[in-house]
């Protein structure tokens, strides 16, 4: 209780920036748990939700005090620089693909999203791909190599990129009868589904860890590292842990607590 009164008289004016994944502010994650951290520590959080490139890039150039993202291979680059501090993960949910229920490309009964994509590339089905370098969109194209399939140039054709976030891309792919691969927590989040629905699940390649990282003060002196440390602490520790496994949307559980203890 000591600890906690001190961190709270010391850290009461701080403002804190965090760069954090468009899925963790549109599952509404962030408005739940937030309000518990300011609460235990004084600290205001302020978030700028983008897609985990961008995200990235923002901290790179020094804007923000710390990152919640889910890219891990871009996040350990980014902690390889020299831009971060060491990432610890944080939780994790899992990518789906959703389409309409006429299912052109016959994905229902599919368990392999690597089969499934390339059944979609075959049929030249309607796909709407965020197309913004997202964690999200690195994940997708991670998938689409696996195929072999050159999504770069069915660009335009069969294969939309919206350039947007992923509440956005749900919005066209439902519009133009298209499969859109999402995270869970915003398909389960988003209010216009349509006839769409989630047509494949379950495979292993689909897992989506997120990580928090403090960025590196010694890159970017005006960084908040000592309120951004307090944050990555509570995030990772038994509070923050439990609030994010406590959030839920219509009984549903969205994200899944992992930090290492």
């Not at 209010?191 to 403090?214: A, C, M, S, T, W």
Request: aromatic letters at 8%; charged letters at 20%.
């Amino acid at each position: 209780m000591l600890a906690a009164t001190a961190i709270s008289a010391t850290a009461a004016d701080d403002v804190i920036i965090v760069q954090s994944t468009t899925s963790t502010q549109n599952s509404g994650l962030l408005d739940a748990i937030l309000p518990q951290f300011q609460d235990a520590t004084g600290i205001e959080v302020r978030v700028v939700a983008v897609g985990t490139g961008q995200a990235l890039r923002n901290a790179r150039n020094g804007d923000g005090d710390v990152l919640l993202v889910h890219a891990k291979p871009a996040e350990e680059a980014f902690v390889a620089e020299g831009f971060g501090l060491p990432r610890r993960d944080v939780m994790y949910n899992d990518f789906v693909i959703v389409g309409p229920a006429t299912d052109p490309a016959g994905l229902a009964n599919e368990a392999d999203v690597v089969a499934a994509l390339a059944r979609i590339a075959a049929a030249e089905a309607p796909f709407a791909s965020r197309g913004d370098d997202s964690g999200t969109h690195k994940a997708e194209l991670r998938l689409w190599g696996d195929t072999g399939t050159d999504v770069a140039a069915a660009s335009g054709t069969w294969y939309r990129e919206t350039g947007s976030g992923m509440g956005a891309t749900l919005n066209a792919g439902v519009a133009m009868g298209a499969y859109v691969l999402t995270d869970r927590a915003t398909w389960i989040s988003f209010g216009n589904k349509g006839d769409h629905r989630i047509l494949l699940e379950g495979d292993p390649r689909l897992f989506n860890q997120y990580g928090v990282i403090v960025v590196n003060p010694e890159r970017h002196p005006n960084v908040q590292a000592a309120a951004a440390q307090t944050f990555a602490d509570w995030l990772t520790g038994p509070d923050g842990q439990a609030a994010i496994a406590a959030f839920k949307v219509d009984g549903t559980q969205l994200f899944y607590p992992n930090a290492a203890p």
